[in-house]
């Protein structure tokens, strides 16, 4: 069994993966390390990775290495013949990977790669423009969002990796509610529609984002169904109370806070609006986002 890792470059994490994990790994299995070297680079190593034929992709990273290995298999000439692809979570959040059930230790990868027993997983596939005003299409495995999502990405990318994942991440969205305004947006879909302000949109494949803040914590990655959360306009302090209330992984009791679900999503803003999937910018409304079922097959 061929396998390709695709590590995170600028990982935290990194060492323990060489000394404790890829060793483990080589006694039993044929094993090829990609390490990444700029922004977006594990998009072409995995690209590259299902063309040389590799039965198994692992994204050794966080949300957002694993968003990039997707969209590089995805976008690769032979779509329907794809590698299983697993996780080594080696982020600050690892949402998906926490709700896959991955710990990441050795003796769990190994198991799973001598069973090779994959599962189905959906993914959402969003229809947007570039920054030129091009049509792009990306895929997302876990969440995307509207709003505080993308102005958050932003802002991280300007902070000191000194700093601390979690600090930078915290620190980024108190910046965020204080300095960027609500904006307004469109949501259409075959059953339900949306107008009005908000401060966050998601619609989620998996249960949380942003390292456990759980916008849908009853979703399932397999049900072929997106979950939806609307945070509406609101204070400074309502807005830390809905967000203590989702790291608890609770439902909040608020008509400020909306949820439902849908399989196709046509997303449009008056004024230019990003769309994020899982800490990556993927382009500006308007954008359409669709269910693609069973896109993926996952090794859990």
């Known amino acids: 069994m061929k396998i390709a890792i695709i590590i995170n470059g600028i990982s935290r994490k990194k060492g323990k993966f060489y000394k404790h994990i890829l060793p483990s790994l080589q006694q039993r299995f044929n094993v090829e390390v990609f390490e990444t070297q700029f922004p977006s680079h594990a998009i072409s190593l995995s690209n590259e990775a299902v063309a040389k034929g590799f039965e198994v992709i692992l994204s050794a990273g966080g949300d957002g290495t694993l968003n990039q290995v997707v969209n590089g298999m995805l976008k690769s000439s032979a779509p329907d013949k794809l590698p299983v692809l697993g996780i080594i979570p080696l982020g600050s959040g690892n949402d998906f990977a926490g709700m896959m059930g991955i710990s990441g230790h050795p003796s769990q990868l190994i198991k799973l790669l001598e069973e090779k027993q994959p599962k189905s997983v959906d993914v959402g596939k969003i229809s947007c423009l570039d920054q ?66 908000a401060r966050v949109v998601a619609i989620a494949n998996g249960k949380s984002f942003g390292n456990k803040i759980y916008i849908a914590p009853e979703a399932l990655p397999d049900d072929g169904i997106f979950s939806t959360f609307i945070a509406t306009d609101m204070s400074l302090v309502k807005f830390l109370h809905v967000l203590l209330t989702v790291k608890m992984k609770k439902i909040v009791p608020d008509t400020r806070v909306i949820y439902s679900t849908a399989t196709n999503i046509t997303l449009t803003s008056p004024d230019p609006a990003w769309i994020e999937t899982e800490g990556e910018l993927a382009g500006l409304l308007p954008a359409r986002v669709e269910m693609q079922k069973g896109k993926i097959w996952f090794l859990s």
């Open 132 to 197: 030129e005003g091009v049509s792009v299409e990306k895929y997302f495995i876990n969440v995307c969002s509207l709003g505080m999502g993308p102005a958050t990405v932003h802002r991280l990318e300007r902070l000191p990796r000194w700093m601390g994942t979690s600090f930078r991440y915290y620190a980024s969205v108190l910046n965020t509610f204080l300095t960027h305004p609500t904006e307004k947006f469109e949501l259409h879909t075959p059953h339900w529609n949306w107008k009005g302000s």
